[in-house]
């Protein structure tokens, strides 16, 4: 079983920064890749930022050159950075974590809760 759980949401200014965590927690699974989704009100969940180590690191065009996804390997531990946010970065930001059940062979994708980050003057 893998619990993924994020922290470091909150309220911050336009132009403002933010740090997200994602830590992935449990036994007897590895990592194929971790990243973050948000949902504004009313739009649909898209993706902001991934990273893995067969594919590397995307992101979404409306965050590109703001925001930094990096991974502490040793923590099973993703973040995300978020410098010069806009209002329109207000959203609920979700991190998943794509991992590989090494007893069983198969891999999923498990998510976190949610943590509301809000860009507002």
């Known amino acids: 079983q893998v619990q993924v759980v994020e922290s470091g949401g909150g309220l911050v200014q336009p132009g403002g920064s933010l740090r997200l965590s994602c830590v992935a927690s449990g036994s007897g699974f590895s990592i194929n890749s971790m990243g973050w989704y948000r949902q504004a009100p009313g739009k649909q969940r898209e993706l902001v930022a991934s990273m893995s180590a067969a594919a590397g690191t995307s992101y979404a065009d409306s965050v590109k050159g703001r925001f930094t996804i990096s991974r502490d390997n040793a923590k099973n531990t993703a973040y995300l950075q978020m410098n010069s946010l806009k209002p329109e970065d207000t959203a609920i930001y979700y991190c998943?974590?794509?991992?590989?059940?090494?007893?069983?062979?198969?891999?999923?994708?498990?998510w976190g809760q949610g943590t509301q980050v809000t860009v507002s003057a």
């Open positions: 998943y974590a794509n991992v590989l059940l090494t007893a069983y062979g198969r891999s999923y994708s498990d």
